[in-house]
T-cell receptor
């Protein structure tokens, strides 16, 4: 069965510091992997996605993620965090069609 | 181009009542997905409609139902509301055969009192 685990419920980083959000997945075949961001009271915005090919994926807002099949991981990174990055981040694996299985999310707080 | 639109933005209902949530997909998208985002439970897949048919449903009781209209818009109906149905309900739409093309609406906040 498909599942996604985000081990960190909440992370706090200083503005300008680097960021890494962890995501582990369970999926029977080659996974389609996604990272979404949700600002308070808003819907989900796609940051990046991985289907195949280069395992390092570049997304919007300076985010990137690396697919590691051996570790069943798809961690999200950003070299320098901005205050506007404070939000909830969701990792997801794509199932049949575009049905997604989401992790429970990581809440990011950015301190000045 | 308009994104996925959901209405109403907020909905307050009494326990035992019925709630109807609406979703208009992006033009050209034929698939609509519904998700429930309850506090502490993350995003749970509810329903998938494509070409007017229900293609799959998540682990929710039958009082959660819906339909998709010929113009591909969709309704989610929740009967016999319970307090734990209070959540943000998100709709997404996509081209059926293009993986990873799903776009999400802003959601409907349902509060059951």
């Amino acid at each position: 069965a498909q599942s996604v685990t985000q081990p960190d419920i909440h992370i706090t980083v200083s503005e300008g510091a680097s960021l890494e959000l962890r995501c582990n997945y369970s999926y029977g075949a080659t996974p389609y992997l996604f990272w979404y961001v949700q600002s308070p009271g808003q819907g989900l915005q796609l940051l990046l996605k991985y289907f195949s090919g280069d395992t390092l994926v570049q997304g919007i807002k300076g985010f990137e993620a690396e697919f590691k099949r051996s570790q069943s991981s798809f961690n999200l990174r950003k070299p320098s965090v901005h205050w506007s990055d404070a939000a909830e981040y969701f990792c997801a694996v794509g199932g049949t069609g575009n049905q997604f299985y989401f992790g429970t999310g990581t809440s990011l707080t950015v301190i000045p | 181009e308009a994104g996925v639109t959901q209405s109403p933005t907020h909905l307050i209902k009494t326990r035992g009542q019925q709630a109807t949530l609406r979703c208009s997909p992006i033009s050209g998208h034929t698939s609509v997905y519904w998700y429930q985002q309850a506090l502490g439970l993350g995003l749970q897949f509810l329903l998938w409609y494509d070409e007017g048919e229900e293609r799959n449903r998540g682990n929710f009781p039958p009082r959660f139902s819906g339909r998709q209209f010929p113009n591909y818009s969709s309704e989610l109906n929740v009967n016999a509301l319970e307090l734990e149905d209070s959540a943000l309900y998100l709709c997404a739409s996509s081209f059926t055969r293009t993986q990873g093309s799903a776009f999400f609406g802003q959601g409907t906040r349902l509060t059951v009192v």
